[in-house]
């Protein structure tokens, strides 16, 4: 798939393991998941592929969220994306990274 990050802090974390925005400082294993997690969405030809494992806890939010996936980066963290098929001469899959966010905040 495609990636394409909402706000630059998440791509810094992801390329980068660190970001020069103060207000968004993670634990460093909480940073090594979410790379393993965008490289894992990166490597997926598509979203179908990201549902079946079960460990990522894949699912679509309701309600304020609606229209918003998210897989687990751990118990407390979760990568919320929206995906995009663009249909051309191949499907292209875009995943748009929207944010690291605490579950229970």
Known sequence: ???????????????????????????PHIVK???LRIKALEQANRI????VINSFNYEVLK?????ISS????????????????ALESVVTICNILELSNHYK
């Open 63 to 67: 309600g304020d969220k609606a229209g």
């Open 71 to 86: 897989i687990r980066v751990n118990d407390q963290y979760r990568i919320e994306f929206t995906v995009k098929r663009v």
């Open 33 to 35: 998941r979410y790379q």
């Open 48 to 51: 179908e592929e990201i549902v």
């Open 1 to 27: 798939m495609e990636i394409r990050f909402e706000k630059e802090y998440l791509r810094q974390l992801y390329e980068e393991g660190k970001t020069t925005d103060k207000k968004y400082r993670f634990q």
